[in-house]
């Protein structure tokens, strides 16, 4: 089992940047395959990103492309989503989420541990 917090959310302007971090507890982060999600109000919940174990394979939202750095840092176990070039659509509260799949995969079902949720206000 693994509990994760995220932190790192906040509000800022279009065009700026945020990076989250999600800490995860215990000694077994490194065989967890890790994701972020995120759900605007009155929205469904969407997938953003997610890493493999070892962090060789990134996947990524077409929405977050280019603009999102998905991370890990095994040793400290901690993931981390750097934000650039932030929109106003890019507000949501986002949710680390952590998998015993082998590879990343964008649906919610499968992964078995979730955050909390951290805020992402963009302001235009």
């Known amino acids: 089992q693994v509990q994760l917090v995220e932190s790192g959310g906040g509000l800022v302007q279009a065009g700026g940047s945020l990076r989250l971090s999600c800490a995860a507890s215990?000694?077994?982060?490194?065989?967890?395959?890790m994701a972020w999600f995120r759900q605007a109000p009155g929205k469904e919940r969407e997938f953003v990103a997610a890493?493999?174990?070892?962090?060789?394979?990134?996947i990524y939202a077409d929405s977050v492309k280019d603009r999102f750095t998905l991370s890990r840092e095994n040793a400290e176990n901690t993931l981390y989503l750097q934000m650039n070039s932030l929109k106003p659509e890019d507000t949501a509260v986002y949710y680390c989420?952590?998998?015993?799949?082998?590879?990343?995969?964008?649906?919610?079902?499968?992964?078995?541990?979730w955050g909390q949720g951290t805020q992402v206000t963009v302001s235009s």
């Open positions: 215990g000694r077994t982060f490194r065989t967890y395959t």
């Open positions: 890493i493999s174990m070892s962090g060789n394979n990134i």
């Open positions: 989420a952590a998998s015993g799949d082998v590879q990343p995969i964008p649906a919610q079902g499968g992964y078995d541990y």
